[in-house]
């Protein structure tokens, strides 16, 4: 393969990966915990919004804390749904160069 050639597909690849990125803005996951919080993420991983069920405050009315590590926990959750979705993005439509693509956004 010829430089001119590869360097004509990294700029199709970079193309693509722009339009993944911008794909993956408007892409929603949910993460939750014990199902009493849900967090709502973007393809990026950008929080969006949070719920928290009655049933939450209920159990954790008088233990702030357990509620704050439950969110946390729907958070995390939340953010790895959005990396992963990221990957399968990236690889799906551009194979390895998407992996590595993926790892540098």
Known sequence: MNLQKLLKEAQKAQKKAAEIQEKLEGMVVTGSAQGLIEVDANGHGRILRVRVKPEALKAFGEDPE????????????????????????????????????????
């Not at 509620?67 to 992963?84: G, M, N, P, R, T």
């Not at 990957?87 to 390895?96: H, P």
């Open 66 to 105: 357990g509620l704050e590590d439950l969110l946390l926990v729907a958070i995390q959750d939340a953010q790895k749904k959005a990396h992963e979705l990221s990957e399968k993005e990236m690889a799906r439509e551009l194979g390895g160069v998407g992996q590595a693509l993926g790892k540098l956004f």
